[in-house]
């Protein structure tokens, strides 16, 4: 099984910007697609970005676009998630994803532990 390690959590104001880091030990991102979810307190998990596996297409919340941008380095086996203009209602556990093929139309197969993402007003 993949291990993915998310990094680069932490606590931000509203309106600032953080960027998300994943990598992996192990087996390689190459080939396969990656993406992001997050998870509030109290809500349920929600898809937040998705790469496909060369980064020739992507797809991203529809309420993210324009302030989340993701993106991926297979020479360095990572994949990053750039957060611009945060808000509180932001904060939630922030989880790396690897799925199950090229593409991301399937459900992922690899989760990561998460890093938390704070935003205060």
């Not at 959590?9 to 998300?20: E, F, I, K, M, T």
């Not at 086996?77 to 399937?106: D, G, H, I, K």
Request: positive net charge; aromatic residues 12%.
């Amino acid at each position: 099984q993949v291990q993915l390690v998310e990094s680069g959590g932490g606590l931000v104001q509203a309106g600032g910007s953080l960027r998300l880091s994943c990598t992996t030990s192990g087996r390689t991102f190459s080939g396969y697609a990656l993406g992001w979810f997050r998870q509030a307190p109290g809500k349920e998990r929600e898809f937040v970005s998705a790469m496909d596996w060369n980064g020739g297409h992507t797809n991203t919340a529809d309420s993210l676009k324009g302030r989340f941008t993701i993106s991926r380095d297979n020479a360095k086996n990572t994949v990053s998630l750039q957060m611009n203009s945060l808000n509180p209602e932001e904060t939630a556990v922030y989880y790396c994803v690897r799925y199950r093929r090229l593409y991301y139309n399937t459900e992922p197969g690899d989760w990561g532990r998460g890093t938390q993402v704070t935003v205060y007003s």
